[in-house]
Protein backbone atom coordinates (compact mmCIF):
# COMPACT_ATOMS: atom_id res chain seq x y z
CA UNK A 1 0.00 0.00 0.00
CA UNK A 2 3.06 2.28 0.78
CA UNK A 3 4.50 1.25 -2.60
CA UNK A 4 2.33 3.69 -4.78
CA UNK A 5 3.30 6.92 -2.77
CA UNK A 6 6.74 6.35 -2.46
CA UNK A 7 7.07 5.80 -6.29
CA UNK A 8 5.15 9.54 -6.96
CA UNK A 9 7.81 10.95 -4.21
CA UNK A 10 10.71 9.39 -5.73
CA UNK A 11 9.29 10.89 -9.41
CA UNK A 12 8.46 14.44 -7.72
CA UNK A 13 12.49 14.58 -6.19
CA UNK A 14 13.48 13.70 -9.74
CA UNK A 15 11.61 15.93 -11.68
CA UNK A 16 12.90 19.06 -8.80
CA UNK A 17 16.60 17.78 -8.98
CA UNK A 18 16.38 18.34 -12.75
CA UNK A 19 14.38 22.01 -12.54
CA UNK A 20 17.54 22.57 -10.25
CA UNK A 21 20.26 21.25 -13.34
CA UNK A 22 19.07 23.41 -15.76
CA UNK A 23 21.57 25.86 -17.25
CA UNK A 24 20.40 29.51 -16.63
CA UNK A 25 20.33 29.93 -20.54
CA UNK A 26 17.79 26.86 -21.10
CA UNK A 27 15.37 27.78 -18.17
CA UNK A 28 14.88 30.88 -20.52
CA UNK A 29 14.19 28.62 -23.63
CA UNK A 30 10.82 29.58 -25.00
CA UNK A 31 8.89 29.93 -28.49
CA UNK A 32 10.74 30.61 -31.91
CA UNK A 33 11.69 34.19 -32.47
CA UNK A 34 9.31 35.91 -35.25
CA UNK A 35 11.73 38.06 -37.99
CA UNK A 36 11.34 40.80 -36.57
CA UNK A 37 14.72 42.02 -35.44
CA UNK A 38 15.07 44.33 -32.09
CA UNK A 39 14.91 48.16 -32.94
CA UNK A 40 16.77 48.59 -29.59
CA UNK A 41 18.25 46.99 -26.58
CA UNK A 42 15.43 45.20 -24.07
CA UNK A 43 15.40 43.52 -20.88
CA UNK A 44 12.78 40.99 -21.26
CA UNK A 45 11.58 38.19 -18.72
CA UNK A 46 10.96 35.48 -21.35
CA UNK A 47 13.75 34.43 -23.65
CA UNK A 48 12.61 34.15 -27.30
CA UNK A 49 14.71 32.44 -28.99
CA UNK A 50 14.38 28.19 -29.06
CA UNK A 51 17.99 27.72 -29.34
CA UNK A 52 19.79 27.15 -26.06
CA UNK A 53 23.35 27.93 -25.88
CA UNK A 54 25.18 25.87 -23.75
CA UNK A 55 27.79 27.08 -20.83
CA UNK A 56 29.56 26.21 -18.09
CA UNK A 57 28.34 27.29 -14.44
CA UNK A 58 31.68 29.07 -12.60
CA UNK A 59 31.90 30.91 -9.52
CA UNK A 60 31.98 34.90 -9.42
CA UNK A 61 35.38 34.82 -7.33
CA UNK A 62 37.20 32.94 -10.37
CA UNK A 63 37.46 36.71 -11.35
CA UNK A 64 36.06 38.98 -14.12
CA UNK A 65 35.48 37.60 -17.41
CA UNK A 66 37.90 38.77 -19.85
CA UNK A 67 37.30 42.15 -22.58
CA UNK A 68 37.06 45.71 -21.03
CA UNK A 69 33.49 47.66 -20.61
CA UNK A 70 33.66 50.85 -22.83
CA UNK A 71 31.49 54.39 -23.01
CA UNK A 72 28.99 53.39 -20.14
CA UNK A 73 26.24 55.93 -19.89
CA UNK A 74 24.06 56.97 -16.80
CA UNK A 75 20.84 55.17 -16.77
CA UNK A 76 17.26 56.92 -16.56
CA UNK A 77 15.81 56.36 -13.35
CA UNK A 78 12.96 54.83 -15.28
CA UNK A 79 10.93 51.35 -15.33
CA UNK A 80 12.42 47.96 -16.63
CA UNK A 81 13.66 48.17 -19.71
CA UNK A 82 15.61 50.54 -19.55
CA UNK A 83 16.98 52.28 -22.52
CA UNK A 84 19.99 51.34 -24.69
CA UNK A 85 22.36 52.94 -27.11
CA UNK A 86 24.81 52.86 -29.67
CA UNK A 87 27.87 54.83 -28.63
CA UNK A 88 27.73 58.05 -30.71
CA UNK A 89 31.15 57.62 -31.84
CA UNK A 90 30.09 54.25 -32.63
CA UNK A 91 27.37 54.20 -34.74
CA UNK A 92 27.20 51.18 -37.03
CA UNK A 93 25.63 53.35 -40.06
CA UNK A 94 29.68 54.41 -40.09
CA UNK A 95 32.58 51.95 -41.20
CA UNK A 96 32.27 49.01 -43.69
CA UNK A 97 29.60 46.23 -43.04
CA UNK A 98 29.77 42.72 -44.08
CA UNK A 99 26.15 40.41 -44.29
CA UNK A 100 28.74 37.35 -43.43
CA UNK A 101 28.83 36.49 -40.26
CA UNK A 102 26.10 33.10 -39.85
CA UNK A 103 26.85 29.29 -40.46
CA UNK A 104 27.69 28.54 -43.74
CA UNK A 105 24.10 26.85 -43.91
CA UNK A 106 22.25 29.75 -42.73
CA UNK A 107 22.14 28.97 -38.73
CA UNK A 108 22.18 31.49 -36.02
CA UNK A 109 25.53 31.07 -34.11
CA UNK A 110 25.76 31.44 -30.54
CA UNK A 111 28.79 31.49 -28.52
CA UNK A 112 28.61 31.92 -24.81
CA UNK A 113 30.97 32.76 -21.66
CA UNK A 114 30.05 30.72 -18.22
CA UNK A 115 27.06 30.92 -16.34
CA UNK A 116 28.66 33.20 -13.70
CA UNK A 117 27.30 33.54 -9.90
CA UNK A 118 27.34 36.63 -7.07
CA UNK A 119 26.64 36.06 -3.24
CA UNK A 120 24.79 38.66 -3.78
CA UNK A 121 22.09 36.39 -5.34
CA UNK A 122 22.38 37.46 -9.23
CA UNK A 123 23.50 34.76 -11.42
CA UNK A 124 24.37 35.90 -15.58
CA UNK A 125 25.79 34.36 -18.90
CA UNK A 126 26.49 36.17 -22.04
CA UNK A 127 26.35 35.54 -25.79
CA UNK A 128 27.39 36.69 -28.70
CA UNK A 129 24.56 36.10 -31.56
CA UNK A 130 24.66 36.26 -35.21
CA UNK A 131 22.09 35.42 -37.95
CA UNK A 132 20.91 37.07 -40.99
CA UNK A 133 23.99 39.36 -41.07
CA UNK A 134 22.92 41.16 -37.77
CA UNK A 135 25.04 40.23 -34.40
CA UNK A 136 24.04 41.07 -30.83
CA UNK A 137 25.20 40.46 -27.42
CA UNK A 138 22.69 38.53 -24.87
CA UNK A 139 22.66 38.30 -21.02
CA UNK A 140 20.46 35.90 -19.47
CA UNK A 141 20.00 36.52 -16.01
CA UNK A 142 18.34 35.75 -12.80
CA UNK A 143 18.30 38.17 -9.82
CA UNK A 144 17.03 36.61 -6.61
CA UNK A 145 18.90 39.47 -4.39
CA UNK A 146 15.23 41.09 -3.43
CA UNK A 147 16.58 43.93 -5.27
CA UNK A 148 16.04 45.88 -8.59
CA UNK A 149 19.53 45.92 -10.15
CA UNK A 150 20.97 47.25 -13.10
CA UNK A 151 23.16 46.08 -16.26
CA UNK A 152 25.41 47.67 -18.50
CA UNK A 153 25.46 45.38 -21.08
CA UNK A 154 28.43 46.36 -23.96
CA UNK A 155 28.77 44.61 -27.28
CA UNK A 156 32.34 45.28 -28.78
CA UNK A 157 32.73 45.43 -32.34
CA UNK A 158 35.88 43.92 -34.29
CA UNK A 159 36.30 47.55 -35.75
CA UNK A 160 36.70 48.96 -32.33
CA UNK A 161 33.17 50.49 -31.75
CA UNK A 162 30.91 49.87 -29.51
CA UNK A 163 27.05 48.86 -28.74
CA UNK A 164 25.50 49.27 -25.65
CA UNK A 165 22.48 48.49 -23.79
CA UNK A 166 21.48 49.60 -19.92
CA UNK A 167 18.29 47.50 -18.63
CA UNK A 168 16.81 47.48 -15.54
CA UNK A 169 16.88 43.91 -13.59
CA UNK A 170 13.83 43.39 -11.51
CA UNK A 171 13.69 41.32 -8.22
CA UNK A 172 12.40 37.66 -9.03
CA UNK A 173 12.63 33.67 -9.38
CA UNK A 174 12.64 33.77 -13.14
CA UNK A 175 14.88 33.88 -15.90
CA UNK A 176 15.37 36.82 -18.01
CA UNK A 177 17.40 38.49 -21.20
CA UNK A 178 19.02 41.97 -21.53
CA UNK A 179 20.39 42.66 -25.18
CA UNK A 180 21.63 44.51 -27.31
CA UNK A 181 20.22 46.37 -30.72
CA UNK A 182 21.00 43.97 -33.51
CA UNK A 183 23.10 45.29 -36.49
CA UNK A 184 24.68 44.68 -39.37
CA UNK A 185 27.93 42.09 -38.58
CA UNK A 186 31.13 43.87 -39.73
CA UNK A 187 34.31 41.75 -40.36
CA UNK A 188 32.64 38.66 -40.90
CA UNK A 189 33.01 35.13 -39.49
CA UNK A 190 37.09 35.96 -39.34
CA UNK A 191 36.55 39.13 -36.47
CA UNK A 192 35.24 38.05 -33.41
CA UNK A 193 32.75 40.39 -31.26
CA UNK A 194 33.05 39.99 -27.34
CA UNK A 195 30.19 40.71 -25.30
CA UNK A 196 30.62 42.30 -21.71
CA UNK A 197 27.73 42.61 -18.98
CA UNK A 198 28.53 44.42 -15.56
CA UNK A 199 25.64 44.00 -12.85
CA UNK A 200 25.31 46.77 -10.33
CA UNK A 201 23.03 47.81 -7.38
CA UNK A 202 19.98 50.10 -8.44
CA UNK A 203 21.98 53.19 -8.21
CA UNK A 204 24.91 52.06 -10.10
CA UNK A 205 27.43 52.72 -7.39
CA UNK A 206 28.37 48.83 -6.38
CA UNK A 207 29.35 46.67 -9.32
CA UNK A 208 28.31 42.86 -8.05
CA UNK A 209 28.92 40.79 -11.05
CA UNK A 210 30.74 40.62 -14.85
CA UNK A 211 30.28 38.38 -17.13
CA UNK A 212 31.62 38.13 -20.70
CA UNK A 213 31.16 35.97 -23.38
CA UNK A 214 34.73 34.62 -23.36
CA UNK A 215 35.23 31.39 -22.15
CA UNK A 216 36.56 31.09 -19.13
CA UNK A 217 40.26 28.93 -19.13
CA UNK A 218 38.71 25.93 -17.72
CA UNK A 219 35.63 26.25 -19.39
CA UNK A 220 34.48 26.46 -22.74
CA UNK A 221 32.16 28.70 -24.84
CA UNK A 222 29.22 27.19 -27.37
CA UNK A 223 29.07 27.82 -30.57
CA UNK A 224 25.81 26.51 -32.14
Same mark, same amino acid.
Given at each position: ?35 ? /? !? +?? #?? &? ?5 ? *?????? @?? %? /? !? +?? #?? &? ?5 ? *?????? @?? %?? !? ?20 ? !? ?120
Amino acid at each position: MERAPNLRMIALASTVALAVALPLAAATAGPAESDR /S !A +AD #GS &ASAAHPD *ADVPVG @TR %A /S !A +AR #GP &APGPSRG *AHPVPR @TG %AP !ADSRTDPRTDSRSGPRSDSGTA !ADGRRTTRCGPELAAPEGVEAQTCVLTEGGLTWGRTYYRNTSGKPLRAVLSLLRPDGRTVQAHCDLPAGDEPATCETPREATVGGDRAPYTAVVEIADARGERKLLRSGSNAAPDAGGSDQ
